[in-house]
């Protein structure tokens, strides 16, 4: 899995998991709360970025990556 695709992916289940708590009924108030997921504001600007000259990233960072990956999936 690519970077930056893990930190959507990342982004996705925080704001599946924050939405979970409750149901908005109201549309026009749905609409407000969509649209400001949308706009990233209930999440800090990414702290961190690939160059692309590091190229591939290396095997502990891999296994990292992946135990994060599969803590999200359960």
Known sequence: MKVFEFEHRLIDFYARFSRSFSIIRSD???SEIDRQ???SRFWRPRLMSI???F???DRPARKAML???LM???
Do not use: F, T, V
């Open 28 to 30: 026009d108030l749905k």
């Open 37 to 39: 997921y949308d706009a």
């Open 51 to 53: 160059l692309p000259e």
């Open 55 to 57: 190229g591939a990233l």
């Open 67 to 69: 135990k994060l990956q």
């Open 72 to 74: 999200i999936r359960s």
